[in-house]
């Protein structure tokens, strides 16, 4: 792992996501890219240049900040302070550098603020093409010793994002339960043997296990799953959905991503 992009408002919520993405560049001895981006929510007017300038010198001041604590934690960085869409800007910046993860800060949604607003960093999981870690505001940092992932043993696609998901296991040293969540249908014996059969050669080097859960969502029933068996991260491969599908539909990573109380890592499609 050689580049570790982390995009921050300057929250409290972000300055969690910075303490994984420290840890991630001790272990790898990757540079961490912190970036802020600034925009204006309306379109801009002769009025808006002075705001703009004050924002710009704000998140200047702030970054200043962040780039001490990552001086005093000796690990490699750069900065960046850019004006923009942030969604956009990162997506881009990913695609610059080629980037490995993208490690932020997530405050949850819930009912039609998930539908109708939304939030950057969901929009993040689906738009790039490395692997996402979401923090949650007020997680703090630990270990990362045990990672459930929501499969599909039915589908081989869920299959293609598991050689990212051994990488991160290994970085960490974590086992990975590989679960299968059972919604209105049953699955039979021979498919989760096909399954476990196809799946332990891409999981090699790493300890893994296998779980068939019965239940009826398959977001409440993953999470659900990760907080009995005390699992400090849960992993998905992201979905992506046409702009008006998805304004009425979230897929199970995104509805994950909001209300996860642990770590989130979104996977993408190899």
Known sequence: MQTVIFPTDFSKGAEYAMEYAIFIARKTGAEIVVMNAYDLPYAETIMTHSLLDVMKSNAEEAMEKVANR?????????TLVQMGNPIRLVKELVEELNADMVVLGTKGASGLEEVLIGSNAASILHNVDCPVLSIPKGRNFSEIDTIVYGSD??????????????????????????????????????????????????????????????????????????????????????????????????????????????????????
């Open 70 to 78: 990552l001086t005093e934690e000796k690990v490699a960085f750069r």
């Open 153 to 270: 043993f039915r589908s081989k696609k869920s299959d293609k994002a598991l050689a990212e998901l051994r990488n991160i296991a290994q970085l960490f040293g974590a086992e990975i339960i590989v679960t299968h969540v059972v919604v209105n249908y049953e699955i039979d014996e021979a498919t989760v043997t096909e399954a476990k059969a196809r799946i332990s050669p891409l999981l090699e080097g790493v300890k893994h296990s296998f779980e068939v859960i019965n239940g009826d969502s398959v977001e409440k029933n993953i999470l659900e799953f990760a907080a009995t068996r005390g699992a400090d991260m849960v992993a998905l491969m992201s979905r992506n959905y046409s702009f008006f599908e998805g304004l009425f539909r979230r897929s199970v990573s995104t509805k994950v991503a909001y209300h996860s109380q642990i770590p989130y890592l979104a996977l993408q499609e190899k």
